[in-house]
């Protein structure tokens, strides 16, 4: 599992390495956030490179911010921009990933679906497969066949390393025990290191001391 066991290399997406300071900034906000009413306002940026953790309880609307984010909702009052771009416009197409339940078909097995996934993405998921010990077991069989926690580690697998340049996830930690969310932290940091900006929101200790900042939501 730990990436320094890994025997093979996990390379970063072909754009982290024309990334520069003036490009640092991928996502902005000065909005409202909500449904049909205001949840809160934020105005701030999050750049490359570094893991932001939304903090709050229960209801706080770390979610409806993420999916405001992400383009997902459109914000109440105010603007989002995803990488210079209007979310929903061809210019932010594929910059981010929003990272959840995926929909995966009952009648392909794990890795029918991973084999399609790296067919439309291009990502090899062979050294993911070895992180996150996703065995031929697990490969073999249905994702309703899983546990909660081998199903959370597939789902991970399956989202974190498209060639996206955001990750916007909503509680990743959930159904794993504490030596995945361990590992799932310092993956988060590898990530960032890559050029991606990943924003989360988490009841995690763990995950909160993997982020470089953690922004309180009330």
Wanted: hydrophobic residues 40%; glycine residues 8%.
């Amino acid at each position: 599992m730990p990436r320094a066991n890994s025997s093979a290399a996990f390379s970063p997406p072909p754009w982290a390495s024309r990334l520069s300071a003036n490009l640092a900034t991928m996502l902005t906000i000065d909005a409202d956030y909500g449904h049909s009413a205001a949840l809160g306002h934020l105005n701030r940026s999050f750049d490359v490179g570094r893991v932001y953790g939304l903090k709050g309880p229960n209801g706080a609307g770390k979610s409806t911010l993420l999916q405001t984010l992400g383009g997902e909702l459109s914000p109440l009052e105010g603007t989002v921009s995803i990488d210079g771009a209007a979310p929903g416009s061809a210019a932010a197409a594929g910059s981010v990933v929003s990272v959840g339940d995926p929909v995966f078909l009952p009648d392909l097995t794990v890795g029918e679906h991973f084999r399609v996934l790296s067919r439309r993405s291009g990502v090899n998921f062979a050294e993911v497969h070895e992180l996150w010990g996703i065995d031929d077991a697990i490969r073999n069989s249905a994702v309703s066949s899983l546990s909660s926690g081998q199903r959370q580690r597939v789902y991970l697998a399956a989202q974190l390393y498209q060639p996206a340049k955001a990750l916007l996830i909503d509680e990743p930690e959930r159904h794993l025990d504490h030596t995945w969310t361990a590992f799932l932290a310092e993956e988060l940091r590898h990530l960032a290191a890559n050029g991606r900006c990943v924003v989360l929101a988490s009841h995690s200790p763990a995950i909160f001391d993997a982020c470089d900042e953690v922004v309180e939501i009330s």
